[in-house]
């Protein structure tokens, strides 16, 4: 395959794609395959030879579209949603076309410069502090990551080694630690001697300053019981304890972390002898879109020595309305802060942008410098390999430069108010006649509700049947125990219309299941 062909090919497939967006009304949200259905239609061998281009577009209808959930499709509210728009699109064209990777600023100037400037206008866009910026003089700065989780994992693991920095500096602490049971137990783990008595060389394992598990085994971090799973796995692969606190409902009448208990929990782990470090504060949570008020939690965390981090995936983006700026309120007193542009900022997956109130200082954390990284500009220039999991990065920069340019914040503002708008109407159609109920009310592009007096049973086999109907999909979430359903609009497509016919789909799927849903 030449340049000719990748020109005659390659307006083929922006064609396939442009068919499958105009023609994604006629689909269904959710496939209908089971596990192993590729089985059936590609061989078990590769082809000896290369194959024609036209066989495998015919292919891609069976293989790939029918076997797809259609995350845009008008009727898909489960998750968050994927965001889309025909500008990143184009920027993934150019990414890949690049092949670029920027780990470093020598290794692609334009990766780096670019993310640096294009995340300085979403800053000023969605009036973030101004030390978050790159050009800020102080040490702020921003990164654009892969997804959410991989923020937080960042976050975590930035915040357990700036305690273990702290720690080490208190000498009196440092060595109650050292000569505690447990930091024994970890040493002969550590050192131990072969029962031949062969001396094992201690001096070839290396223990990194700054994530001495010596020292951060005392360690404990907060975050709410419907905190998103990724922060309990990054809790998971960061190797320190953690406490999922029970939320409350108050702020939105939704359910967030109450000071209260976020203090009681600090003074309960300190008395046990542990060291709390951090909390992780949701803002928009994935159940229900409830929402931590960081200017009440921040307050404590800088009293009692904890990092911030302020997970804001999905709700984080609906900041460039300024009506929705309530939901960054108390953000300065964050160490660092996500959101995911690829849920409601109309860019596709992945762009998530990550800053940190002190990020040169949290880069040395994770500086690993071999000869074949180092180039004449790093004292002067940022090298976001120091900032993330990964060495390798692409070019994602562009998605958020392109969509800026020529689609523009009030398109972006015009769609979030879009979805905010219909998660109302569809709470308010969806209680006409007293069958449902809300769970919470509704909050950005999410609204809950189950069925009026039934049981958590009642709402699992209804939101099941919904599910293999496959006209709606939608998934649900338990708090405290109470089974609910939930949709979260999404799809630019997605109309009232669409709304009127969930809830359609919805109660005659009910009606089906229960001679009287209201009983």
């Given at each position: 395959?030449?340049?000719?062909?990748?020109?005659?090919?390659?307006?083929?497939?922006?064609?396939?794609?442009?068919?499958?967006?105009?023609?994604?009304?006629?689909?269904?949200?959710?496939?209908?395959?089971?596990?192993?259905?590729?089985?059936?239609?590609?061989?078990?061998?590769?082809?000896?030879?290369?194959?024609?281009?036209?066989k495998i577009y015919q292919d891609l209808e069976k293989v790939v579209f029918n076997g797809s959930s259609h995350w845009n499709h008008p009727q898909f509210f489960a998750y968050c949603p994927t965001g889309i728009?025909?500008?990143?699109?184009?920027?993934?064209?150019?990414?890949?076309?690049?092949?670029?990777?920027?780990?470093?600023?020598?290794?692609?100037?334009?990766?780096?410069?670019?993310?640096?400037?294009?995340?300085?206008?979403?800053?000023?866009?969605?009036?973030?502090?101004?030390?978050?910026?790159?050009?800020?003089?102080?040490?702020?700065?921003?990164?654009?990551?892969?997804?959410?989780?991989?923020?937080?994992?960042?976050?975590?693991?930035?915040?357990?080694?700036?305690?273990?920095?702290?720690?080490?500096?208190?000498?009196?602490?440092?060595?109650?630690?050292?000569?505690?049971a447990v930091g024994k137990t970890f040493r002969r783990l550590f050192y131990w001697q072969r029962e031949d008595s062969e001396s094992y060389d201690s001096t070839d394992v290396i223990t990194a300053y700054y994530?001495?598990?010596?020292?951060?085994?005392?360690?404990?971090?907060?975050?709410?019981?419907?905190?998103?799973?990724?922060?309990?796995?990054?809790?998971?692969?960061?190797?320190?304890?953690?406490?999922?606190?029970?939320?409350?409902?108050?702020?939105?009448?939704?359910?967030?972390?109450?000071?209260?208990?976020?203090?009681?929990?600090?003074?309960?782990?300190?008395?046990?002898?542990?060291?709390?470090?951090?909390?992780?504060?949701?803002?928009?949570?994935?159940?229900?879109?409830?929402?931590?008020?960081?200017?009440?939690?921040?307050?404590?965390?800088?009293?009692?020595?904890?990092?911030?981090?302020?997970?804001?995936?999905?709700?984080?983006?609906?900041?460039?309305?300024?009506e929705y700026r309530y939901l960054t309120r108390g953000l300065e007193h964050a160490d660092s802060y996500n959101l995911n542009l690829h849920k409601a900022g109309m860019i596709n997956f992945d762009c998530a942008?990550?800053?940190?109130?002190?990020?040169?200082?949290?880069?040395?954390?994770?500086?690993?410098?071999?000869?074949?990284?180092?180039?004449?500009?790093?004292?002067?220039?940022?090298?976001?390999?120091?900032?993330?999991?990964?060495?390798?990065?692409?070019?994602?920069?562009?998605?958020?430069?392109?969509?800026?340019?020529?689609?523009?914040?009030?398109?972006?503002?015009?769609?979030?108010?879009?979805?905010?708008?219909?998660?109302?109407?569809?709470?308010?159609?969806?209680?006409?006649?007293?069958?449902?109920?809300?769970?919470?009310?509704?909050?950005?592009?999410?609204?809950?509700?189950?069925?009026?007096?039934?049981?958590?049973?009642?709402?699992?086999?209804?939101?099941?049947?919904?599910?293999?109907?496959?006209?709606?999909?939608?998934?649900?979430?338990?708090?405290?125990?109470?089974?609910?359903?939930?949709?979260?609009?999404?799809?630019?497509?997605?109309?009232?219309?669409?709304?009127?016919?969930?809830?359609?789909?919805?109660?005659?799927?009910?009606?089906?299941?229960?001679?009287?849903?209201?009983?």
């Open positions: 395959m030449d340049s000719a062909k990748l020109r005659t090919e390659g307006k083929k497939m922006i064609d396939i794609v442009a068919d499958y967006w105009d023609g994604i009304r006629q689909r269904k949200p959710l496939s209908d395959v089971k596990p192993g259905y590729i089985n059936f239609l590609v061989p078990p061998r590769p082809p000896l030879g290369p194959e024609s281009w036209e728009s025909y500008h990143s699109i184009m920027a993934d064209i150019l990414s890949s076309g690049l092949s670029s990777i920027g780990f470093s600023w020598i290794a692609c100037p334009s990766i780096t410069e670019l993310e640096k400037a294009s995340l300085d206008w979403l800053v000023v866009l969605m009036d973030l502090p101004e030390y978050f910026k790159n050009s800020h003089p102080g040490a702020g700065c921003g990164i654009i990551q892969s997804s959410g989780s991989d923020s937080t994992l960042m976050a975590i693991m930035t915040a357990r080694a700036a305690k273990v920095d702290e720690v080490k500096s208190q000498p009196t602490v440092y060595k109650w630690i050292a000569e505690s994530h001495d598990p010596t020292v951060f085994q005392h360690f404990v971090m907060y975050f709410s019981d419907i905190g998103h799973s990724s922060i309990e796995k990054g809790a998971m692969l960061a190797g320190v304890r953690y406490r999922k606190l029970k939320s409350t409902r108050s702020y939105l009448g939704n359910y967030g972390l109450h000071p209260d208990t976020l203090e009681k929990a600090i003074k309960q782990d300190k008395a046990r002898g542990w060291i709390p470090f951090m909390l992780v504060a949701t803002v928009g949570t994935t159940s229900t879109c409830g929402v931590d008020q960081i200017d009440e939690l921040g307050p404590i965390c800088k009293r009692e020595g904890l990092y911030l981090h302020v997970d804001a995936a999905y709700a984080g983006s609906f900041a460039f309305c300024q942008p990550l800053w940190f109130k002190n990020g040169t200082y949290a880069a040395r954390y994770f500086n690993v410098d071999p000869v074949y990284l180092a180039h004449q500009y790093q004292s002067t220039s940022t090298d976001y390999r120091h900032l993330e999991i990964p060495l390798g990065r692409r070019f994602r920069s562009l998605k958020v430069w392109f969509i800026l340019r020529n689609y523009g914040v009030e398109k972006i503002k015009e769609y979030q108010k879009k979805t905010v708008h219909l998660a109302l109407f569809f709470s308010k159609i969806i209680i006409e006649d007293d069958r449902f109920e809300l769970f919470t009310p509704p909050h950005l592009g999410v609204t809950t509700f189950r069925l009026k007096n039934h049981s958590n049973a009642d709402n699992e086999k209804l939101c099941a049947a919904i599910n293999r109907d496959r006209r709606v999909y939608l998934v649900p979430s338990t708090i405290h125990g109470t089974f609910f359903l939930r949709i979260c609009v999404g799809s630019p497509l997605t109309n009232e219309d669409d709304m009127r016919n969930t809830k359609k789909v919805i109660f005659e799927i009910a009606d089906s299941l229960f001679k009287d849903v209201s009983m």
